[in-house]
């Protein structure tokens, strides 16, 4: 089996972070603290655009365009195919109550597959200088999976070159007792 040769991070690799857009990953319910932590980031970084985008799991990748979208469809065929379009609304909506403050430039993109490649892809289409990623507040259930398969940030951090910012959304208090 030959070599495969996999880029590694380096400062050659790095994106310049001035003048960069930030990559937004967003699920419904979450925190308000991730859209006005990138918000703030972005204005420190010297009003840089921010692309929020959200990684529908239950729908597939039909196409990739070079500016980050997709064209996508159900996993499965027997759904009404355009009940996605109801959570893009709610997201933007949010979004826009969450940034009404904001002064910057920001997108939304609705992704399909796999969390960690959608976010990359799009990265790479609008040459992203980092990832800003909400920590999330698992459940029992949710923390199992995350431990087996591992969480949206963790892959990125593996799997590309960008740095990951992951703003906490909930904090463990240490000193109370471990609810197991």
Known sequence: ?????????????MVPIPGHPL???VVPGQSELVAVTAAAWAEALGGVPLYFAYVDQSRIVDEEYPDGTVRHSSLDPDLADDSWVVVEDQLRDRLDRELA???GQWEFRYLAGRPDRALTHLARAVDASAFVIGARRPSSTERVREFLAGSVALH?????????????????????????
């Open 101 to 103: 403050g904001h002064r």
């Open 23 to 25: 990559v937004v990953g």
């Open 156 to 180: 990125l951090s593996r799997h590309q070159h960008r740095p990951v910012l992951v703003v906490p959304v909930a904090i463990v208090d240490w000193k109370a007792p471990a609810p197991w």
């Open 1 to 13: 089996m030959p070599f495969h040769h996999v880029p590694q991070p380096s400062p050659q690799r």
